[in-house]
């Protein structure tokens, strides 16, 4: 018999929103959400090749999950920096809802890498480091966290981040889709669909949330490392994430909460208020303006082509377009 949702009382929140959710009976918290139009909207303006929409993508998906667990006015941006085809991924989120993205790339190794079939998301990364940073506003100091990007997947940096940073076992699943349409006398269409689920292991007793030391790489031959037997909730917990299948993280006939009760509803699942999400740029005149006053008057005159300072933002392509020296 399907699942339905009207007759458990639940509300869908629907594409676009961060579903956060409790299994008290594992001692696991967790968020998960669906992306569409939002997603749409920001690949769209952008136009990137199919391999780099679908990695940004799936780092849109990744800041959404970690974003809206900020419990106070600030900003969270996710942002790599590499020596790969993709040098550069940015991904900003402002609270309560603010997301922006975009992506620095070679379009010749990009095209090369297709051509060759090995477009993989971790051939596009290469070597580098990803940042997690928190911002808190102008009176408080920003909080970042550093993860190497060694050939590993964004989900194993999600991973990697919360064990060495935050010592908190988190699970994590990213997915990223395509879907195709063909109204009756038209072309055929393409739209970007992605989803995510976080689960991190968090309960009342400290000695319960203890993990292996990290090697150190520097020991003796013949040490034995440092083994600590994980919990059983969160072998359990884990192992129930792992049976996600991509489809039911980009499908949009599958609700989120469909989702989590299909994955916990033995346990009991508890859902707290969806956090809608939306594509917003805070790029304005006023802060470009404020911007280009620190310039030198040999700076400006470098920037201008016929009289006029032209200011494209990276994130949303809006041109702002400028008298020189005085910005008006």
């Known amino acids: 018999m399907a699942l339905n949702l009207d007759d458990l009382g639940i509300r869908p929140a629907g594409l676009d929103a961060v579903r956060p959710f409790a299994v008290e009976g594992l001692d696991v918290r967790g968020r998960a959400v669906a992306l569409g139009p939002v997603l749409e909207s920001i690949l769209d303006r952008h136009d990137y090749p199919e391999p780099v929409s679908r990695l940004l993508a799936e780092a849109i998906v990744l800041t959404s999950l970690l974003g809206t667990s900020l419990k106070f006015e600030g900003r969270f941006t996710l942002q790599t920096q590499t020596e790969g085809p993709v040098s550069m991924l940015v991904v900003d989120f402002a609270s309560p809802d603010a997301i922006r993205a975009c992506a620095t790339f070679d379009a010749d190794r990009v095209a090369a890498l ?51 940073s935050e010592q908190i076992p988190t699970e994590v699943r990213l997915s990223v889709g395509e879907l195709f349409s063909r109204p009756e006398g038209a072309a055929l269409t393409r739209s970007w ?136």
């Open 114 to 164: 297709m051509k060759a079939g090995k477009a993989s998301q971790e051939a596009l990364l290469g070597n580098g480091h990803l940042a997690m940073t928190i911002d808190q506003g102008k009176h408080m100091q920003r909080y970042q966290g550093l993860v190497e990007l060694d050939g590993i997947s964004l989900e194993e940096v999600a991973r990697r981040y919360f064990e060495r």
């Open 193 to 328: 669909t992605a989803g995510g689920i976080l689960v991190q292991f968090l309960p009342e007793a400290p000695d319960r949330m203890r993990q292996a030391d990290i090697d150190p790489g520097d020991a003796p031959e013949g040490t034995m490392s440092h083994e600590i037997e994980e919990d059983d909730a969160w072998v359990e917990a884990k192992l129930l994430v792992e049976t996600v299948k991509d489809v039911e993280l980009t499908d949009p006939e599958v609700s989120v909460e469909m989702l989590l009760f299909r994955l916990f509803h033995e346990r009991g699942v508890r859902l707290y208020e969806p956090q809608p999400l939306a594509d917003k740029c805070r790029c304005s005149r006023e802060k470009i303006e404020e911007v280009l006053s620190n310039f030198s008057t040999q700076e400006m005159d470098d920037m201008t082509v016929d009289g006029r300072i032209v200011v494209t933002c990276e994130f949303c392509n809006t041109h702002y377009e400028f008298d020189n020296k005085r910005g008006h």
